[in-house]
C-alpha cells in the first residue's frame, strides 16, 4: 500500500479508537497520538518527496497509486502528490495538531467533538492527496458536512443560523463542482477521472470549456470566499469553536484554491486565460471589500473573518494571473494565511474563553494581564500586514511583483488596487492591537485572569514556529511549490 | 405444454408457497401458535430472498406474456431486500393489541402486493402488467387501512384505494388507445407498430400511460394522496409503501419506456424532464415546512421519485443499473428513518420533528441511525446516497440532460436543509420538558436497523453491488 494513503488511514482509525475512549484523558491521549504521527507523517513525505526530486524524478506526480474502484464509470482510487499538495499536507497536519491543543478542553461531549473534528480532517488530507476527480469531491464532500455539527453543538452566537447558512452554501458550490466533474468526465474524450491524464491527454471543446470552467471555478470558489459567495465565511467562522475556526480559515478555506488551481484552470486552460479577467474582477473586490469591512467590525472573530474573505481572495486573485511566480506566490499565501489565521482564531478563543466578551469595546489593556497571549496575537498580526521576517510579507510580495509581470494596463489597475488591501491590513490589525492590548484595562474583572496554560502555549507556540520558518527561509519551500506549478503554467503558456 | 416454462418464473413461485404457507399457518394454526406467526413469515422470506438471490437469465415464457432478464430479477432481489426489513420492523407492531388480530391478514396482503409488483417487473404483455399493477394496489388499500380502530387509518385506506382506481382507469383508457394505434397489447409487437407512426393518438397515449403510473410513483402533479396516506397509515405499510411499491413502480415504468418506446425515446424525454422537474421542486419545498416527520418523510419520498426518474430519462442501460442502485440505497436510508420513526412511535407515540428535540441525549444509538439516514438520503459522503446520487446524475449527464441534472442539483441543496432540520432536531435542540424517555427497542427492529446501517455505511465504498448491477443491465439491455 502507498503511505500515502496513511494520510486517510489515520484519521479513521483515530476515530475509531475515540469510539472506544471511556474518559477525557484517552480521548486527548488518541487525539495528540494521531495528530503527532499525522506531523511526522507530513515531515516525512516532505523529506521523500525532496529526495526523490533531488534524485531527478521528474514526474508531474509522485508516489502515484491506482486501484480501480467503480469500473463502469472508470473511477480510480488515485494517489499522488506535487510540491503544492506536499505544502499543503504539512499545512493541514501542522493546523490539525495545533488544533488539537487548542480544544483540549471542550465541553459538552469530547468524544463527538473529536470523531466529527478527525473526519474533517479524514476530508482535507484526502483532497489534497486524491489525483482522481471523483475522490477528490467525495473528500472535499466529507470536509463540509461536519462543519454543520461543529459549528451547530458547539459553537457560539447565531450558530443555528451561521451552521446553516456555511453547510448550504458549500453545498450549492458542490452542486456546480459536480456538474463540472461531470461535464470533464464526458467531454474530455478519455472517460477518464484521473486529473493529470485528463490534463495532458485530455481535450475538451472550447465551447464546453466555457460552460464547465465557471462552474468548477466558481464551485471552488465559494469555499475560497470569493465574493459575492464569501458571505458564509464571517458569520461560519465567529460561531464556530475555536478548533474548527482555526480548521475552517486555515485548511479548508485552502481547499477551494487548491481546487480551483488542481481542477479548474489545470485542465481547462484555455476557458482560464480566456474568462480569468471576469473572476479577477471578483476576486479582486473581495480582497479590498475584506479588509474594509474588517475595519468596521467589532467583534474580534469577526474581524479575523473579513481579513480571510480578504486574504484567501489574494490567494484566487494570483491565481488568475496565470504565472508561475504569481501562483507560486498563491500557494505560499495559502500556507502563510492558512497558519497565521489559524494562530489568530487559536489566540481569540483563548482570550474569549477568559473574559467571555469577543467585543474588542469591552476589552483593554491585555498586555498587562496576559502577557503572553498578547505577544503571541501582536506577532500574529504583524505577520498578517506583512512584516519582513514572517510569512506574510514573503507571500504578498511574491504575488504582486508576479502580478506586475503582466503589462497591460488592466492586470496592472487591479494589482494596484488589491496592492491597498495591504495599507487597510494594517489599519485593522494595529487597531485592534492598540485597543485590545495597550489600552487602559476596560473590566476590572479582567485583572484577576491568568494567562496560557501550557496546552494552549504548545498549540501557539508551533504556530509561530512555523510562521518564522517560512518568513525567514523561504527558498526552499517557495522552490518546492514552483515545481508544482510548473506543469501548469506550462499548458496556460501553449494555451496562450 | 411445455412445463419447464415455470421454472423461469421460480421467483414468483416462490413467493407464491411462502404466501400458501403462511395462510394455511393463520387459518389452520390456532389461537396459541399464532405468536409465532411474524417469525415464521421473516424466516420464510428470508428463504425466499437467498433462494433467488443468483439472477434468472433473460427469458420468456407464456408466449411472450412474461419476460424477464437478470436485470429484472435484481431488482426482484432487491425489493425482497426491502421487504424483508419491513418485515423485521413488524414483528413488534404485530403484536400490539390493534392489530393482533389481524396479524396473518398483514403478511398475507402485504406478499400479494409483492407478488403483483413482481409480475409488473416481468411482464411482457400488458394485460399481465395491468393484473400486476392491480395486484399490487387493491390490497395495498386493505393493508393501509388495516387498523379499524383507527380512523385516520381508514381514511388513508380510502383516499388510496380511490386514487389507485382512477389511476388504473387513466391508465386503461391508455391501454386502450395504445391498442387502437397498434393492435396489439405485446411490448415488443407494439413497439414494432409504432416506429414509423407518430401520431397524436400516441402522444395522448403516453401522456395517460405517464399519468397511470405517476400515480403510483406518486410524481407531481399526481401526488395530492400522499402525504395524507402517509400519514394516516401504519409506520410499519408507510415504509413498504415508501420503498418497495415505488421502486417496483419505477423499474417497471423504466421497462415500458424502454421496452415500447424506446425507438423514439425524445417523445417521452421531454414529458419526462417537466415532470422530473416538477417533482423535485415540489416535493422539497412542501418538505420543508412538514412538522409531522411521517408527512415529511412523505414529500421527501416524492422528491426522492424525482431523481430516480433522471435514470429512467437517460435511457440507457447505465440509467437502468443506476436506477436500481439507487432504489436500493434509497430502500436501506428510508427504512432507517421509518425503522427509527416506528420504534419512537410504538415506545411513546409521538412523531413530530420537536418532539425528537435533544433526542441523542436519550436515546444516542437511535439519533445516530437516524441521522445516518438523513444523511445517506442528501446525498453527502461517504455514505451510500453520495454514490447513488452521483451514478444516477452521471447517468443523465451522459445522455446529455446538464440543465436537468443542475436543477436537481440546486433542490439538492433544499433537501439538505430539510433533512439538516432533523439532525438539528436531535443533535443542537435542547430537550423539551416531554422529551422522549430512554428506550430499548425489540430485537427485530434492532437487527433490521443494524442491516440498514450497514448498507448505508457499506453500499457505497464497496464498488462491486454497482459494478454488478451494470453488467447484469448491460446483459439484459
Known amino acids: 500500500m502507498n503511505f500515502l494513503s496513511l494520510f486517510v488511514l489515520i484519521p479513521l482509525l483515530m476515530m475509531l479508537g475515540l469510539w472506544i475512549a471511556r474518559d477525557m484523558k484517552q480521548i486527548r491521549t488518541v487525539a495528540v497520538i494521531g495528530s503527532t504521527i499525522l506531523l511526522a507523517l507530513s515531515v516525512y513525505t516532505l523529506v521523500e518527496f525532496l529526495a526523490e526530486r533531488a534524485a531527478g524524478n521528474t514526474a508531474t506526480m509522485l508516489f502515484t497509486d491506482s486501484r480501480m474502484w467503480y469500473a463502469p464509470l472508470n473511477i480510480h482510487y488515485a494517489v499522488g502528490v506535487d510540491g503544492v499538495s506536499v505544502a499543503m499536507l504539512l499545512l493541514s497536519s501542522i493546523i490539525v495538531f495545533a488544533g488539537v491543543f487548542a480544544s483540549w478542553k471542550i465541553n459538552p461531549l469530547p468524544k463527538e467533538y473529536f470523531l466529527w473534528f478527525m473526519l474533517l480532517s479524514t476530508g482535507v488530507f484526502g483532497f489534497f492527496i486524491s489525483v482522481d476527480l471523483f475522490t477528490m469531491f467525495m473528500f472535499y464532500e466529507v470536509a463540509l458536512i461536519p462543519m454543520y455539527l461543529l459549528i451547530g453543538v458547539w459553537g457560539s452566537g447565531r450558530k443555528n443560523y451561521s451552521a446553516m447558512k456555511l453547510t448550504l452554501m458549500l453545498m450549492g458550490g458542490s452542486a456546480l463542482l459536480m456538474i463540472g466533474i461531470l461535464g470533464i468526465y464526458y467531454q474530455s474524450g478519455l472517460h477518464s477521472m484521473n486529473v493529470v491524464e485528463i490534463a495532458e491527454h485530455g481535450n475538451i471543446p472550447m465551447n464546453w470549456q466555457y460552460f464547465l470552467f465557471p462552474m468548477t471555478f466558481v464551485g471552488f470558489g465559494v469555499l475560497g470566499a470569493m465574493f459575492p459567495f464569501h458571505t458564509w465565511s464571517p458569520d461560519g467562522h465567529a460561531s464556530a469553536p475555536t478548533a474548527v475556526s482555526m480548521l475552517h480559515a486555515g485548511v479548508l478555506m485552502k481547499l477551494g484554491g487548491y481546487g480551483c488551481f488542481r481542477v479548474a484552470i489545470y485542465l481547462m486552460p484555455q476557458a482560464a486565460t480566456e474568462l480569468a479577467w471576469i473572476f479577477l474582477i471578483l476576486t479582486g473586490i473581495s480582497v479590498v471589500y475584506g479588509a474594509f469591512s474588517a475595519c468596521v467590525q467589532t467583534d474580534l472573530k469577526y474581524i479575523n473573518a473579513y481579513s480571510s474573505v480578504s486574504h484567501c481572495g489574494l490567494v484566487l486573485f494570483a491565481i488568475l494571473m496565470l504565472n508561475t511566480t504569481a501562483m507560486t506566490g498563491a500557494v505560499m499565501q495559502m500556507l502563510s494565511h492558512g497558519l497565521m489565521t489559524a494562530l489568530f482564531f487559536a489566540l481569540i478563543g483563548m482570550i474569549y474563553g477568559r473574559t467571555h466578551t469577543r467585543d474588542i469595546r469591552e476589552m483593554g489593556g491585555l498586555m498587562q494581564i496576559m502577557p503572553f497571549l498578547s505577544v503571541c496575537y501582536v506577532i500574529a498580526g504583524l505577520a498578517s500586514l506583512g512584516l519582513p521576517g514572517l510569512s506574510g510579507f514573503v507571500a504578498e510580495m511574491t504575488i504582486f511583483v508576479g502580478s506586475f509581470e503582466h503589462t497591460d494596463t488592466f492586470h496592472r489597475v487591479f494589482t494596484i488596487v488589491a496592492c491597498t488591501s495591504i495599507v487597510i491590513t494594517a489599519v485593522y490589525i494595529l487597531r485592534v492591537v492598540g485597543k485590545l492590548l495597550f489600552g487602559a484595562v476596560q473590566n476590572e474583572h479582567h485583572r484577576e485572569l491568568t494567562d496560557a496554560e501550557w496546552w494552549e502555549r504548545l498549540s501557539a507556540i508551533t504556530l509561530i514556529v512555523c510562521v518564522a520558518v517560512i518568513g525567514c527561509f523561504p527558498n526552499w519551500i517557495s522552490d518546492l511549490i514552483r515545481q508544482g506549478v510548473e506543469p501548469i503554467t506550462n499548458l496556460l503558456s501553449q494555451a496562450l | ?477
Not at chain 2, 32 to 46: E, P, R
Not at chain 2, 74 to 80: A, E, F, G, P
Not at chain 2, 348 to 356: E, H, N, P
Not at chain 2, 419 to 426: G, H, Q, S
Open chain 2, 1 to 477: 405444454m411445455d412445463y419447464s416454462q415455470f421454472l423461469i418464473m421460480r421467483g414468483e413461485i416462490s413467493l407464491l408457497l411462502v404466501f400458501l404457507l403462511i395462510f394455511l399457518f393463520d387459518t389452520f394454526g390456532g389461537k396459541k401458535s399464532l405468536k409465532g406467526l411474524s417469525i415464521t413469515a421473516c424466516v420464510l422470506f428470508a428463504l425466499h430472498t437467498v433462494w433467488n438471490i443468483i439472477p434468472v437469465d433473460s427469458a420468456t415464457a407464456f408466449g411472450g406474456m412474461y419476460q424477464t432478464s437478470p436485470i429484472a430479477s435484481m431488482v426482484k432481489t432487491v425489493l425482497n431486500i426491502g421487504t424483508l426489513i419491513v418485515l423485521l420492523q413488524s414483528i413488534s407492531w404485530s403484536d400490539t393489541p390493534d392489530v393482533k388480530l389481524r396479524r396473518g391478514e398483514f403478511y398475507e396482503l402485504l406478499l400479494v402486493t409483492l407478488f403483483g409488483m413482481y409480475l409488473m417487473v416481468s411482464s411482457g404483455h400488458f394485460l399481465l402488467f395491468f393484473i400486476g399493477l392491480e395486484t399490487a394496489s387493491l390490497p395495498m388499500a386493505a393493508l393501509i387501512a388495516i387498523n379499524k380502530k383507527d380512523t385516520e387509518s381508514y381514511e388513508a385506506g380510502a383516499k388510496y384505494l380511490f386514487t389507485a382506481v382512477f389511476s388504473s382507469a387513466v391508465f386503461l383508457l391508455g391501454l386502450s388507445f395504445l391498442y387502437g394505434v397498434s393492435g396489439s397489447l405485446y411490448f415488443g409487437d407494439i413497439a414494432v407498430a409504432i416506429a414509423s407512426n407518430h401520431t397524436p393518438l400516441l402522444i395522448a397515449t403516453l401522456v395517460f400511460v405517464l399519468a397511470g403510473m405517476g400515480f403510483k410513483l406518486s410524481l407531481v402533479p399526481f401526488h395530492l394522496w400522499t402525504a395524507d396516506v402517509y400519514q394516516g397509515a401504519p409506520t410499519q405499510v408507510t415504509s413498504y409503501l415508501s420503498v418497495i411499491s415505488k421502486g417496483a413502480a419505477a423499474f417497471a415504468l423504466m421497462l415500458i419506456l424502454y421496452k415500447v418506446f424506446f425507438l423514439d425515446p425524445v417523445i417521452w424525454q421531454g414529458i419526462m424532464w417537466a415532470l422530473i422537474v416538477l417533482t423535485i421542486t415540489v416535493g422539497n419545498l412542501f418538505a420543508i415546512r412538514q412538522k409531522n416527520l411521517k408527512r415529511f418523510l412523505a414529500f421527501s419520498s416524492i422528491s426522492q421519485a424525482g431523481y430516480i426518474m433522471l435514470g429512467i430519462i437517460a435511457g440507457s442501460a447505465q440509467g437502468m443499473a443506476a436506477l436500481v442502485y439507487y432504489v436500493l440505497v434509497y430502500i436501506f436510508s428510508n427504512l432507517a428513518a421509518f425503522g427509527v420513526i416506528s420504534s419512537v412511535e410504538r415506545s411513546s407515540g409521538k412523531v413530530g420533528m420537536d418532539d425528537y428535540n435533544g433526542l441523542y441525549k436519550t436515546n444516542p444509538k437511535l439519533s445516530v441511525v437516524m441521522m445516518l439516514a438523513m444523511f445517506s438520503l442528501a446525498g453527502i459522503p461517504p455514505f451510500a446516497g453520495f454514490f447513488s446520487k452521483f451514478f444516477i446524475f452521471a447517468s443523465a449527464i451522459h445522455s446529455g440532460f446538464y440543465i436537468l441534472v443542475l436543477i436537481a442539483l440546486l433542490n439538492t441543496i433544499i433537501s439538505l436543509y430539510y433533512y439538516l432540520l432533523v439532525v438539528k432536531a436531535m443533535f443542537i435542540n435542547n430537550e423539551n420538558d416531554c422529551a422522549i424517555a430512554p428506550f430499548r427497542s425489540d430485537n427485530a427492529s434492532r437487527v433490521s436497523l443494524i442491516v440498514c446501517v450497514a448498507g448505508i455505511l457499506l453500499l457505497g465504498i464497496v464498488s462491486c453491488v454497482y459494478t454488478y448491477f451494470t453488467d447484469l443491465s448491460l446483459i439484459g439491455a
